[in-house]
C-alpha cells in the first residue's frame, strides 16, 4: 500500500520536474485532520486540513474570510483523478467539522504549471482567487518619467498619504479578488503602516548586501509634491520564514502592494516605481521578488507579467467553504 510519505516523495518529484522554481519540500502544515479518499483502481490519496480562525480586528482578516479551511493534498502522480477524490471526501469532511455558511472558505494552494489539477477544481466551484508571482533578477530599460514626478522613500511623517493609497487599492481588489472589505480597515492599516514607517532595522536579522538601512521600504511617487503612487514593500528570507515553504531558498523582495491614483494610472508611474524597487531589491542582494495579484484584476495580470512576474503558485478558493461541490 502506498503510504502518505510516499505519495508526497512522488508528488514533490513531479512538482520538480514541472517548474525547477518550486522550492524543495512542500508545506504540510503542523496537525490538521487526516483526509483520506481512493482512485477508481482503489489507490490512495490523501491529504491534510488545516482549519484557521482571524480574530476580528486583525490585519489579516483584510484578505481572508474568518474561517478558513485549507487543504494540503498529497496526489502522487494522480494529479486529477486524486484531486477529484480528495474534493469529495473534503466535501463529507467540511460537513463532520461543522464548517459555517458565513464569511468561511475553503482553499487549495496549488503549483501553477500542474494544470492537470485544475479541472478537478474548477468542477468542485473553485475560482483562482490569487497567484503567488516570482521574478528573478534581469536587466530592463524602461523609458524614464517625463515632468514633474519624483520617487523617494517615505518617512513616518507620510503616513497619512500612505495608509490613503494603500485603502485605494485594498478596496478595488475586494472587487476582483480574496481581499475582504471590513470595519475599522483604515485603522488597522494605519497601526501596520506606523510601524514600517518606524523600523530601520531588517525583519528577522536581514542583512543587506549593500550596507543601506534593511527596514521594510515603502516608496512613495509625487507630482508636484502630491503624492500619487505608493510601493509598499518588505523582505522575506525563505530559509526561516513561513512563507519560504512557497519560495526556493534566500532572500527575497516582496511587494505587498502597489497603488496610484486613479487619474494617474497609464502614465508610468506603476512602471517607475517598479523600476526603482527592484533596483532596491538587485542592491540588496535579493534572489528574487515577488508577489499576489488577482487574475481576475483587470490591471494586475498584464502589469505584472510586463514587469517580468510569472505566476508560480495558484490559490484556488471558494466561499463560503460550505459551497463546496
Not at 86 to 95: E, M, N, P, T
Not at 115 to 132: E, M, Q
Not at 149 to 171: F, G, I, N, W
Request: aromatic share 6%.
Amino acid at each position: 500500500m502506498t503510504s502518505a510519505q510516499e505519495l508526497l516523495e512522488i508528488q514533490q518529484a513531479r512538482f520538480r520536474r514541472l517548474d525547477p522554481a518550486l522550492p524543495e519540500a512542500y508545506p504540510l502544515p503542523r496537525g490538521g485532520e487526516p483526509v483520506m479518499a481512493r482512485l477508481r483502481g482503489g489507490e490512495p490519496v490523501a491529504g491534510l486540513t488545516a482549519h484557521t480562525t482571524q480574530p476580528p480586528g486583525s490585519l489579516a482578516s483584510l484578505w481572508s474570510t474568518t474561517e478558513t479551511y485549507e487543504l494540503f493534498p498529497l496526489l502522487g502522480d494522480a494529479p486529477g483523478e486524486g484531486m477529484d477524490a480528495l474534493l469529495h471526501a473534503l466535501r463529507r469532511q467540511l460537513g463532520e467539522l461543522g464548517a459555517p455558511e458565513h464569511d468561511s472558505s475553503c482553499l487549495v494552494t496549488w503549483p501553477s504549471g500542474d494544470v492537470a489539477a485544475t479541472r478537478a477544481l474548477l468542477d468542485h466551484g473553485f475560482v483562482p482567487l490569487s497567484c503567488l508571482a516570482i521574478r528573478t533578477p534581469v536587466a530592463t530599460v524602461d523609458t524614464k518619467l517625463s515632468g514633474t514626478v519624483k520617487m523617494r522613500r517615505a518617512e513616518p511623517a507620510d503616513v497619512d498619504s500612505v495608509v490613503e493609497l494603500a485603502m485605494a487599492e485594498l478596496e478595488y481588489a475586494a472587487l476582483v479578488g480574496a481581499s475582504v472589505p471590513r470595519s475599522g480597515a483604515a485603522g488597522l492599516k494605519r497601526d501596520a503602516v506606523s510601524v514600517r514607517l518606524r523600523t530601520k532595522s531588517g525583519p528577522r536579522g536581514i542583512r543587506r548586501a549593500d550596507g543601506a538601512p534593511s527596514g521594510d521600504p515603502v516608496w512613495l511617487a509625487e507630482r508636484d509634491g502630491n503624492p500619487v503612487g505608493l510601493a509598499e514593500c518588505g523582505w522575506v528570507d525563505a530559509d526561516n520564514h513561513h512563507s519560504g515553504h512557497r519560495l526556493g531558498n534566500g532572500l527575497w523582495g516582496y511587494v505587498n502592494c502597489l497603488s496610484v491614483r486613479e487619474e494617474e494610472r497609464g502614465t508610468g508611474i506603476g512602471r517607475e516605481l517598479m523600476s526603482l524597487v527592484h533596483d532596491d531589491f538587485a542592491a540588496a542582494g535579493a534572489v528574487g521578488s515577488y508577489l499576489y495579484y488577482n487574475p481576475a484584476n483587470p490591471l494586475s495580470p498584464v502589469f505584472w507579467h510586463r514587469r517580468g512576474y510569472r505566476p508560480l503558485w495558484t490559490l484556488w478558493e471558494i466561499r463560503p467553504a460550505t459551497a463546496l461541490r
